[in-house]
């Protein structure tokens, strides 16, 4: 079922060579990329789409992230091999193989049920085991707090509160915020009730879910 081709290997190559071309300089990040088969987490229909910079259909009606930006926020987060990452929204899994091919140790979020399942299939074809569970993102995990880094990959409404209190002081969270269209921030934790923010360009992202239900 999970077969990476030498033809895989030879796009995801090219693929690697385009993202420095668009200012991904993290030699760490790149390595990672390129050793995460983003064909993995798509459906077999999406195979020579999967090494193109574009977000792409999964369950649920959710997406894929462009690889640009899958590329991006891990550069802007800046893991350290056996940091504890608190990732909120598992999607397809491959955000999460790319910090785990970080040598994070990664705690990850979903709500979708399918997505959690399928993902999981995924890490294990790969032999990672991310610390995966299946339940709301706005709440966090905060039994398994603090973490050093927090990475939400989808588009909040404004700064959860609830997980910049689950990040250590000196820990860093990235996250796309806004309505419509959303400003990428990386936001550091000084101290328990300071934060020093910036923003790093406006981002498209599907949203976290309001309602609280689970599918």
């Given at each position: 079922?999970?077969?990476?081709?030498?033809?895989?290997?030879?796009?995801?190559?090219?693929?690697?060579?385009?993202?420095?071309?668009?200012?991904?300089?993290?030699?760490?990040?790149?390595?990672?990329?390129?050793?995460?088969?983003?064909?993995?987490?798509?459906?077999?229909?999406l195979d020579t789409l999967a090494y193109e910079d574009r977000a792409l259909e999964i369950l649920c009606?959710?997406?894929?992230?462009?690889?640009?930006?899958?590329?991006?926020?891990?550069?802007?987060?800046?893991?350290?091999?056996?940091?504890?990452?608190?990732?909120?929204?598992?999607?397809?899994?491959?955000?999460?193989?790319?910090?785990?091919?970080?040598?994070?140790?990664?705690?990850?979020?979903?709500?979708?049920?399918?997505?959690?399942?399928?993902?999981?299939?995924?890490?294990?074809?790969?032999?990672?085991?991310?610390?995966?569970?299946f339940g709301d993102g706005y709440l966090g995990l905060p039994t398994?707090?603090?973490?050093?880094?927090?990475?939400?990959?989808?588009?909040?409404?404004?700064?959860?509160?609830?997980?910049?209190?689950?990040?250590?002081?000196?820990?860093?969270?990235?996250?796309?915020?806004?309505?419509?269209?959303?400003?990428?921030?990386?936001?550091?934790?000084?101290?328990?009730?300071?934060?020093?923010?910036?923003?790093?360009?406006?981002?498209?992202?599907?949203?976290?879910?309001?309602?609280?239900?689970?599918?």
């Amino acid at each position: 079922m999970f077969v990476d081709s030498y033809k895989h290997k030879g796009m995801r190559r090219r693929m690697v060579e385009y993202l420095k071309g668009k200012g991904i300089s993290d030699q760490r990040v790149l390595e990672a990329i390129n050793r995460v088969p983003r064909h993995f987490f798509l459906d077999s229909s999406l195979d020579t789409l999967a090494y193109e910079d574009r977000a792409l259909e999964i369950l649920c009606k959710q997406t894929i992230s462009q690889p640009s930006t899958v590329a991006f926020q891990t550069q802007l987060l800046n893991v350290a091999p056996f940091e504890k990452v608190l990732e909120i929204g598992t999607g397809s899994g491959y955000q999460t193989s790319v910090l785990c091919q970080l040598q994070a140790r990664v705690y990850t979020i979903e709500r979708f049920k399918p997505l959690h399942n399928s993902a999981q299939m995924v890490f294990e074809a790969l032999k990672i085991r991310p610390n995966c569970f299946f339940g709301d993102g706005y709440l966090g995990l905060p039994t398994f707090a603090p973490f050093d880094k927090i990475l939400i990959t989808c588009a909040a409404p404004s700064i959860p509160k609830s997980l910049i209190e689950q990040l250590r002081i000196g820990g860093i969270m990235v996250a796309p915020v806004g309505e419509d269209t959303q400003t990428m921030y990386r936001i550091k934790k000084l101290t328990e009730t300071e934060i020093d923010i910036q923003s790093f360009g406006e981002f498209k992202f599907v949203p976290m879910l309001k309602e609280r239900k689970f599918y």
